[in-house]
Nanobody
Framework: QVQLVESGGGLVQPGGSLRLSCVASGIIFSSHDMGWYRQAPGKQRELVAAITDGGSTNYVDSVKGRFTISRENARNMVYLQMNSLKSEDTAVYYC??????????????WGQGTQVTVSP
């Protein structure tokens, strides 16, 4: 059974920092690309940051220079360090694991989400 469990969300003031963590079980973690998505009320879920199985990263423009995604394969963990937080970063943040098999079949897993609220 695949599980992705996020932690580290909470309430923070503008300009503050948070570090989200996600631990995966039931998958070969090192073979999966990992991502952090977020969904704000009334908005579509968007990709915030992603890291491939090889360690390449990409970010949505709005978080570049402020957020950093990293992974620790030995512990089946992926992290999102969020600095200089803004009110518009308020959302539920979801951990995602994805792998495409040799025959094109896609395996896509999600965590339950963790709330991040940026407010004075």
């Amino acid at each position: 059974q695949v599980q992705l469990v996020e932690s580290g969300g909470g309430l923070v003031q503008p300009g503050g920092s948070l570090r989200l963590s996600c631990v995966a079980s039931g998958i070969i973690f090192s073979s999966h690309d990992m991502g952090w998505y977020r969904q704000a009320p009334g908005k579509q879920r968007e990709l915030v940051a992603a890291i491939t199985d090889g360690g390449s990263t990409n970010y949505v423009d709005s978080v570049k220079g402020r957020f950093t995604i990293s992974r620790e394969n030995a512990r089946n963990m992926v992290y999102l360090q969020m600095n200089s937080l803004k009110s518009e970063d308020t959302a539920v943040y979801y951990c995602n694991a994805v792998r495409t098999n040799w025959n094109g079949r896609k395996y896509d897993y999600w965590g339950q989400g963790t709330q991040v609220t940026v407010s004075p």
